[in-house]
C-alpha cells in the first residue's frame, strides 16, 4: 500500500504522527467478537453475563479512547474520512440493524438482547472508524494538496 501510495504522490502520514488508531480499533473489534461468540455459545439459553459485559466495557473504553486520540490530529485528511465514515456508517448501521431484527424476532432474552445490542453499537461504529482512519491516513490534509 505504501508503494502504491508513493506511486500515486499520495505519501503517507508518518507513524510518529499519528495516533495507533487502527492497533486499538482492531483490539476493540477482538474484544466485541470474542463477547459476542461467549454470549452466542449459550443461546438459546441464557449466558453468563459478566464477562461479555465486561468485556463490552473494555470495547467501549477503548473506542472512546480512539476518538480522543483520532480527535486531536490536525493536520489530517478530515474531508476524505468524513466522507469513507459517512458510507460505511450507513452500510454498517443496515447490517447492524438486520442483526438487531434477528435477535428481536427469535425471541432472545432482553438482558442478553440489550448486550448484543450494545456489541452491535460498538462494531457498526469502530469499523466504520478503522476503514476510514485506514483511507485518510494516505491522503494529503487540504493544506498540502
Known amino acids: ?42 443461546l438459546p439459553d441464557t449466558a453468563p ?29 478530515w474531508d476524505k474520512f468524513f466522507l469513507v465514515a459517512k458510507w460505511a456508517l450507513v452500510a454498517y448501521a443496515v447490517i447492524a440493524g438486520m442483526l438487531e431484527y434477528v435477535f428481536i424476532v427469535d425471541g432472545t432474552p432482553a438482558k442478553v438482547l440489550t448486550l448484543l445490542t450494545g456489541m452491535l453499537l460498538v462494531f457498526a461504529i469502530n469499523i466504520p472508524l478503522l476503514f476510514a482512519f485506514s483511507v485518510a491516513r494516505y491522503q494529503a490534509p487540504p493544506g498540502e494538496r
Open 1 to 42: 500500500m505504501v508503494a502504491r501510495a508513493r506511486e500515486t504522490g499520495a505519501e503517507p502520514q508518518s507513524r510518529h504522527t499519528l495516533p495507533p488508531v487502527a492497533e486499538v480499533a482492531m483490539v476493540t473489534l477482538l474484544l466485541v467478537i470474542v463477547a459476542g461468540i461467549i454470549t452466542a455459545a449459550y
Open 49 to 77: 453475563l459478566w464477562l461479555p459485559a465486561a468485556l463490552l466495557a473494555c470495547a467501549v473504553a477503548l473506542l472512546v479512547v480512539n476518538a480522543v486520540m483520532l480527535g486531536k490530529v490536525r493536520s489530517f485528511a
